[in-house]
């Protein structure tokens, strides 16, 4: 017994299906001959839409070919990453420590280097600036509040500037603030 059967088509699928075979015939045997079923069909021809820009302009022979707009000026591709990478040492200049690069602008804004703010130094501007940054520190940016951990104690202001002892770091708040009292 045989149980394939032939499925009745409407004139539809019929259409559909003869199409169908019609564009395998033309992909896929492009080189080949076609039947002669498939000479009859037309072929379906479109109009290229018209686009207001020409994404691919074609270059024809003698036409002087047309720079692009990086290559007439220098452009800095990676300006981005290099103001973040500034900005970055900046902030976490020496092993992430974000003191240390407030000591780095601060010199650098009085005219010295970190070296020497951090250095032995004891030359009076060295030394006064020192003091300013340390006073700064220990009261602007990281104010003691009772019971809570987020002051810096002043041996670790010390260890900040060079491993100077506590009691420098104590000194320097102290005359600082003198002189603020006193203007």
């Known amino acids: 017994m045989n ?20 564009v ?6 492009s080189g080949r001959k076609t039947s002669a079923a498939n ?4 072929a379906v021809k479109r ?3 018209p686009r207001d820009v020409e994404f691919f302009p074609v270059l024809r022979r003698g036409e002087p070919r047309k720079q692009p707009q990086w290559a007439l000026q220098e452009t800095h591709f990676n300006a981005h990453i290099t103001a973040w990478q500034l900005w970055r040492a900046e902030t976490l200049a020496i ?20 070296a020497q703010v951090v250095g032995p130094s004891r030359k009076r501007e060295v030394a006064e600036a020192r003091q300013v940054i340390m006073w700064e520190i220990k009261t602007t940016l990281r104010p003691g509040v009772q019971g809570e951990r987020d ?15 506590h009691t420098t770091c104590l000194w320097a708040v102290r005359k ?7 203007k």
């Open 3 to 22: 149980m394939h059967q032939p499925i009745p088509t409407t004139g539809i699928e019929a259409e559909a299906r003869a199409h169908a075979k019609a």
């Open 24 to 29: 395998r015939e033309r992909l896929f045997n």
């Open 39 to 42: 000479q009859n069909t037309p």
């Open 47 to 49: 109009e290229p839409e």
């Open 95 to 114: 092993n992430g420590a974000p003191l240390k690069a407030y000591i780095r602008r601060r010199a650098m804004e009085m005219g010295l280097t970190y």
């Open 151 to 165: 002051y810096i104690s002043y041996p670790e202001l010390g260890r900040l500037f060079g491993g100077r002892d």
């Open 176 to 182: 600082i603030e003198a002189q603020n009292r006193d």
